[in-house]
């Protein structure tokens, strides 16, 4: 497994990643068409963020993106190919993600989560620091909102 920079050619596929990985746990198909624009990662995101993809023999196998801004380092788009879940992917992207964040100077790294997500996010030492309501098509349903700390590294 490599880990790299995404390019902003790569956007479509992160993008059917992003749905795959979501329709993995189950959701229905009209919930996956609601979050169609938050499932969507464009050519700009990619050029404006820190995007990095796992790949295996050249195949995108997961991805995930650092997110600056002047107060605050989020974790976003974190998408493992079904195929590919519980190969230590995610672990490898996480770590990979958190170090770039620590090299940064940052001593936080944020997250909302999916609920199937939560525990994985646990285990790689963050912790819920609220919830963010996200109810959808009449459905009530809240996000765990995570924070984890990193070994070095001032707020700015």
């Known amino acids: 497994m490599q880990i790299r920079r995404a390019t902003p050619d790569e956007a479509e596929a992160l993008t059917a990643l992003a749905h795959a990985a979501k329709r993995h746990w189950g959701y229905p198909e009209e919930w996956i068409d609601h979050w169609r624009t ?17 790949t295996i023999d050249d195949e995108i196998a997961g991805c995930c993106a650092l997110v600056l801004s002047e107060k605050l380092t989020e974790l976003e788009h974190m998408w493992i190919d079904p195929k590919h879940m519980r190969k230590g992917i995610g672990r490898a992207l996480f770590e990979h993600t958190k170090r770039r964040a620590e090299e ?3 001593n936080t790294l944020e997250l909302t989560a ?12 963050a912790n819920r620091i609220g919830e963010v309501p996200a109810d959808v098509l009449g459905k009530s349903r809240v996000l765990p909102r995570m924070r984890i700390e990193l070994n070095r590294g001032v707020t700015p």
């Not at 609920?115 to 996010?121: D, I, K, L, R």
């Open 38 to 54: 938050d499932l969507t990662i464009t050519s700009d995101f990619i050029a404006a963020n820190e995007v990095f993809v796992a």
């Open 104 to 106: 940064l100077g940052w």
């Open 114 to 125: 999916d609920p199937n997500a939560e525990s994985f996010y646990e285990r790689m030492g």
